[in-house]
């Protein structure tokens, strides 16, 4: 039976530079990736066990294009800790009232999804993220007010009542031509007026503050695993801290 731990918010952030290094992330996306999955992890824990399973980040690199007002961003199996955030950056820099959208194709761990509208709204912006799927897409919506909401639910059906007469974000939606796997990003300087609609919220900053306040539940074979990853790109340069970190010197070979 797997015991249940809990991983102080610090600690993660401490810790998942080094894990995601050892994955093959260059340190500049493990650094900035580690607080997007700390902050994935105090809206939904479960995304440390998809962390805990990723494979190493491929070799090669992911492409942009833009074509009639659509970026196209081919991911090529690199995870959405990297594409992600290097999608919003992109559309945040030609961020206006008309929604700048990205399409993603061939991305590993979307469930990265919610922490990164989040990042969205770092730079005080409106954001959709949708993932496609066989049937209904599933979509989350950030407004960034003064205390940040984020909105999620699936379908188009669901969305449009949440927006009510504002029908662009669904306009933009059906052209993009997302198909099974693919994730669209959205961002704009505008407010759209939301209708009440009943559909579940949060407020990522205090779910945030609960994490620092009581940590984020885990398994013990996920916090070993991200420990044991750590432990390939980091080592303790003092004795003391050398046993803290559980490390052992191995004797040397007698001759």
């Known amino acids: 039976m797997s015991t249940t731990m809990f991983v102080a918010y610090s600690e993660l952030t401490r810790v998942l530079p080094w894990s995601l290094r050892a994955l093959g992330y260059a340190f500049g996306t493990a650094d900035r990736g580690a607080h997007l999955v700390a902050t994935g992890a105090a809206l939904d824990p479960a995304i440390l066990d998809e962390i805990r399973q ?42 206006g009232a008309k929604w700048e959208m990205c399409r993603i194709s061939a991305a590993t761990e979307l469930s990265l999804m919610p922490a990164t509208l989040v990042g969205a709204m770092d730079y005080n912006l409106s954001s959709v993220g949708i993932i496609a799927r066989d049937g209904p897409f599933e979509w989350l919506l950030a407004e960034p007010d003064a205390r940040g909401v984020l909105y999620w639910g699936r379908g188009g059906d669901a969305l449009a009542a949440l927006l009510g007469e504002d029908t662009a974000v669904l306009q933009s939606i059906d052209a993009a031509g997302l198909t099974p796997g693919c994730a669209l990003l959205m961002v704009s300087t505008r407010r759209p007026e939301l209708k009440a609609s009943g559909h579940v919220a949060v407020r990522p900053w205090e779910k945030i503050a609960v994490a620092h306040q009581k940590g984020i539940p885990l398994s013990r074979e996920t916090l070993d695993a991200l420990y044991a990853l750590e432990m390939l790109t980091w080592a303790p340069t003092s004795e003391r801290s050398r046993s803290q970190a559980g490390f052992t010197v191995a004797p040397a070979p007698s001759s």
């Open 54 to 95: 990723a494979g190493p980040r491929p070799s090669h690199g992911f492409r942009y294009r833009k074509s009639n007002g659509l970026t196209m961003l081919d991911a090529a199996g690199v995870s959405l800790l990297e594409t992600g955030p290097a999608a919003i950056d992109a559309l945040a820099a030609h961020a």
